[in-house]
């Protein structure tokens, strides 16, 4: 049977970059790679980068009668229809058959569903949240993905598109998230470019602040130097992580008061902040509670390598 093959791909991909892996039945990523997303106008174009890079990897596997199949998590995938649609922060619009044009280039089965709930179920198998059946994973990078468990069970509406937690509305008629035309989303706030979008609104609205950033130019402001510059003791990119965890604790707030979960589980790039983002964050949500919820989530980062989740969670839904 197709599902006692020892190894299936799990593939990543994110706003920015795409990260892939072989993955063995206990959970083990054998080997994996990377690309950038966004550098390929046409979709198909992508897929032949990634054939290059991940085929040879299949071959030195076995080959593909080895491979139960391909696992995707992409944003706005829908795991009905196999199809990307309408992403905001990729650069391929409209809807994509992503999956049935993987297919046909690998001759694979292949299994798509959005990248948050990817790293859902890849949290669920193989990382802190194993066992727990009441949980919220929030992927904190380029964008803000998250994925939803109630009942041991992710949640995808009836559509495929349940649980976008990234475009709510966090402030009213705030800043406009550009790949949207939205005001005020989580997004727009809480990520890595979101981040960057605050020190730049920062440094303009307070000339007279000495920091560490105005040594950078803003081609070169990113979530990373910001965090360098924190670590520093920079008054400003303090602030900026400051404002940061409190507009995502009040959503974690929101977010606990409708689901209830046991946990919620942050990872991606901006988690490398650490307590700088963790502090702000965990003590914003506690005081947007109500006293029947306080004090009851846990609110931590993965344990799993960054990327993992999603590459774990993704080779899941082909065995």
């Not at 892939?20 to 054998?30: L, Q, W």
């Not at 009905?80 to 990729?90: F, H």
């Not at 859902?120 to 949980?135: D, L, N, S, V």
């Not at 993704?314 to 065995?319: D, N, R, Y």
């Amino acid at each position: 049977m197709m599902n006692n093959k020892p190894y299936a791909v799990g593939i990543d991909v994110g706003g920015t970059t795409t990260k892939f892996g072989i993955v063995n039945r206990d959970g083990e990523i054998i080997v994996q790679d990377r690309l950038p997303t966004n550098s390929h106008e046409l979709v198909e174009e992508f897929i032949n980068d990634v054939y290059v890079k991940l085929m040879p990897m299949i071959q030195n596997a076995g080959g593909i009668e080895n491979f139960a199949g391909i696992g995707m998590g992409a944003p706005n995938g829908n795991i009905y229809t196999g199809t990307i649609e309408y992403a905001p922060n990729l650069r391929w619009k409209g809807i994509i058959p992503i999956a049935q044009l993987m297919e046909k280039k690998f001759g694979l089965t292949t299994k798509l569903t959005n990248d948050a709930n990817a790293a859902a179920m890849g949290e669920m198998i193989f990382g802190c949240a194993k066992g727990c059946k009441h949980f919220i994973t929030i992927t904190l990078g380029t964008g803000v993905g998250s994925g939803i468990v109630i009942d041991g069970k992710i949640v995808v509406g009836h559509d495929g598109f349940a649980g976008e937690l990234g475009h709510t509305i966090i402030r009213p008629g705030g800043r406009m998230h550009k790949s949207t035309g939205m005001r005020g989303s989580l997004e727009a706030y809480a990520s890595a470019t979101g981040v960057r979008d605050t020190a730049i609104e920062k440094l303009q609205q307070f000339p007279e602040k000495d920091s560490l950033l105005r040594d950078y130019s803003i081609k070169d402001l990113t979530s990373q130097t910001v965090y360098e510059c924190a670590m520093r003791g920079d008054k400003v990119a303090n602030e900026i992580f400051e404002f940061t965890g409190e507009i995502l604790g009040e959503s974690l707030a929101n977010f606990v008061m409708f689901s209830s979960p046991e946990k919620i589980v942050l990872f991606g790039g901006l988690t490398k902040a650490g307590n700088l983002l963790m502090n702000p964050t965990r003590k914003a949500m506690e005081a947007n509670l109500l006293p029947i919820f306080q004090n009851k989530v846990k609110l931590i980062f993965s344990e799993l390598k960054e990327a993992d989740a999603a590459i774990l969670g993704a080779s899941a839904l082909v065995w």
